[in-house]
């Protein structure tokens, strides 16, 4: 028997900061040895010719997240298969508290989804849409001591929608918790106004879901943001940002010395709004819905620019799947009338990496480490769970992708293990694929073929974010 339970040899090991050719030797589920050789290890895993990177964290994926009449098509056993067959080992949904509903039992009951289905290691940020002062005094301060380390709050949706003073109190509330607060940057008067008009002119289609969300709305909710937060001195993470102008906004008040984080997802490098108009302006739009929306080729460069030049710190999926053809999904009655009620989201947890290694890492514009930062390492600096997660040193855990950086696949949704019954890169080429996931020293998903068993991944607690202390003494 030798020093290792498993070694990981030939590959070329690739971090946020170096890329090495040397062996990894794991023993109980963490990594034990970075070396030249590693012999003599209980068993072995041949990388040669392979990169072998630390797992995917996937910090903005939703499961299990059903409204009236409408069926997430992702719980925590598909979501997670779908998640590791991507080459994520982490994964980070939500826990919604509906209005009028306790924070605390609203957790309570999502922890039981989780528990012993969860393929991926996970954590549980929080969604407010209630923040009375029992949320914010109580319930929100035990959550994040527990673990709950980060929330988001919305600008837009009806049962979501927190006002201007709602949302001060929240980021009061963050900045005395040292918790992270992400904001979904929409303003919901514009959009409501917009749609009104919109439907009244008869143009209902999934296309118009784009129309009724322009850019700008987008803007004025991240600068209204911005300023809220420069008003409490907290610090924010903007999410999903889906083109020039918001990315603008965030670089405008990372400028300024205000910590300011962006995110950015898939969707907005790869899919624009002509993809919403289906075939001729149908319903088949409806499978790119999500907000904020797919937008052009120029916001495809604006998001290049900040992914590259550190405007972004995160590369997330927003995996918010659900099932095109059903009565209880895109296509259900009251969506065909009109694009309001086409569920906004689309599944993409397992196709972030590839898509972002085909277009960043093969095509040249960003870097490996670049990369790994985008997907990996900052996912767990900013969400409380670095050095455990994210980074491949000695003492972290055994969470590893290997890679083909030279594969060439054509997504198809006969590929993918998700529970949507699509996948919006239908026919989309990609160079760059997972070949193995490993999660804790143990293969999770092995070419093709997810191996690791629902209940395999463990809950995170997360530590509070250094991402998340304010620019001012108290
Ligand atoms: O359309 C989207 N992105 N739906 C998911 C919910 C959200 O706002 O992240
Ligand atoms: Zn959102
Ligand atoms: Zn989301």
């Given at each position: 028997m030798g020093d290792y339970d498993v070694a990981i040899r030939g590959g070329t090991v690739v971090t946020a900061s170096d890329v090495m050719q040397c062996d990894i030797g794991i023993r109980d589920g963490r990594i034990a040895a970075l070396a030249d050789r590693i012999t003599g290890a209980a068993s072995e895993i041949d990388a040669t010719g392979l990169l072998v990177m630390p797992g995917g964290i996937d910090s903005h994926v939703h499961l299990?997240?059903?409204?009236?009449?409408?069926?997430?098509?992702?719980?925590?056993?598909?979501?997670?298969?779908?998640?590791?067959?991507?080459?994520?080992?982490?994964?980070?949904?939500?826990?919604?508290?509906?209005?009028?509903?306790?924070?605390?039992?609203?957790?309570?009951?999502?922890?039981?989804?989780?528990?012993?289905?969860?393929?991926?290691?996970?954590?549980?940020?929080?969604?407010?849409?209630?923040?009375?002062?029992?949320?914010?005094?109580?319930?929100?301060?035990?959550?994040?001591?527990?673990?709950?380390?980060?929330?988001?709050?919305?600008?837009?949706?009806?049962?979501?929608?927190?006002?201007?003073?709602?949302?001060?109190?929240?980021?009061?509330?963050a900045r005395r918790e040292k918790a992270l607060v992400m904001v979904h940057c929409e303003g919901y008067d514009s959009i409501k106004f917009m749609t009104e008009r919109l439907e009244a002119a008869g143009r209902t289609a999934p296309y118009y879901h784009g129309k009724s969300r322009p850019e700008l709305v987008e803007r004025e909710a991240a600068h209204r943001a911005i300023s809220h937060a420069e008003l409490v001195d907290v610090p924010i993470m903007i999410v999903h940002v889906s083109g020039r102008q918001a990315m603008e906004q965030i670089r405008w008040a990372q400028q300024r010395g205000l910590k300011v984080y962006g995110e950015t997802c898939p969707q907005y490098i790869s899919l624009t709004e002509e993809d919403m108009k289906g075939n001729n302006c149908d319903e088949t739009g409806g499978k790119?819905?999500?907000?904020?929306?797919?937008?052009?080729?120029?916001?495809?460069?604006?998001?290049?620019?900040?992914?590259?030049?550190?405007?972004?710190?995160?590369?997330?999926?927003?995996?918010?799947?659900?099932?095109?053809?059903?009565?209880?999904?895109?296509?259900?009655?009251?969506?065909?009338?009109?694009?309001?009620?086409?569920?906004?989201?689309?599944?993409?947890?397992?196709?972030?990496?590839?898509?972002?290694?085909?277009?960043?890492?093969?095509?040249?514009?960003?870097?490996?480490?670049?990369?790994?930062?985008?997907?990996?390492?900052?996912?767990?600096?900013?969400?409380?769970?670095?050095?455990?997660?994210?980074?491949?040193a000695v003492g972290a855990d055994a969470d590893l992708v290997l890679w083909d950086a030279n594969r060439t696949v054509t997504i198809s949704q006969s590929l993918l293990h998700h529970g949507s019954d699509y996948t919006p890169w239908e026919g989309y080429e990609v160079t760059g694929w997972p070949v193995k996931t490993i999660l804790r020293g143990d293969v999770v998903y092995d070419d093709g073929k997810v191996v690791g068993k629902p209940g395999g991944g463990r809950f995170l607690k997360r530590a509070l974010s250094p991402y998340a202390v304010p620019n001012g003494a108290d």
């Open positions: 299990c997240q059903n409204s009236p009449g409408i069926r997430m098509a992702d719980d925590f056993v598909t979501g997670s298969m779908a998640a590791v067959a991507g080459g994520n080992t982490t994964i980070i949904p939500f826990a919604t508290q509906p209005r009028g509903a306790s924070l605390r039992d609203s957790v309570t009951q999502y922890q039981k989804l989780a528990e012993g289905n969860c393929i991926a290691d996970y954590g549980i940020h929080l969604i407010i849409t209630d923040p009375t002062p029992s949320i914010l005094g109580q319930e929100l301060p035990a959550l994040v001591a527990d673990g709950y380390t980060s929330f988001k709050v919305f600008m837009t949706y009806d049962e979501m929608v927190l006002n201007d003073r709602q949302l001060l109190d929240v980021f009061d509330v790119y819905v999500c907000s904020p929306p797919p937008r052009d080729r120029d916001g495809w460069d604006a998001i290049w620019e900040g992914l590259r030049t550190g405007v972004f710190q995160t590369f997330s999926s927003d995996h918010c799947p659900f099932i095109y053809d059903s009565a209880e999904g895109k296509l259900n009655p009251k969506g065909k009338q009109s694009f309001r009620y086409v569920p906004n989201g689309i599944p993409g947890v397992e196709t972030r990496l590839p898509i972002l290694f085909s277009e960043g890492v093969s095509k040249g514009r960003i870097t490996l480490e670049q990369f790994v930062a985008l997907t990996s390492t900052n996912h767990a600096k900013i969400y409380g769970l670095y050095p455990q997660k994210g980074s491949i």
